[in-house]
């Protein structure tokens, strides 16, 4: 749902509750959209101080099945740099 900031600040108490169902409201002004209104889990969910993306990936053994890197045990090839 989109609001422009008029009518946002007129129906506040409405734009809350639809946030707080979980439906996420955009306010624009002058047609540009500025900020959105989201419920507190999903403002919680958003900055949470989870898991960085290296860190996921170190932790092979949590990592689901189907996202697992399997490393080559190959050497690698000669390259010449020389020309």
């Keep these: ?36 209104v989201i419920n507190i889990e999903e403002f919680h969910r958003l900055r949470s101080d989870g898991m960085s993306l290296m860190a996921y990936l170190r932790a092979d053994a949590d990592a689901p099945s189907d996202f697992r890197i399997e490393r080559q045990q ?10």
């Design 1 to 36: 749902m989109s609001w422009q900031l008029q009518d946002a600040k007129q129906r506040f108490s409405e734009l809350v509750r639809a946030a707080e169902r979980g439906e996420p409201q955009i306010v624009t002004r002058h047609g540009e959209e500025v900020v959105v």
């Design 74 to 83: 190959d050497l690698p090839r000669d390259v010449d740099l020389a020309g």
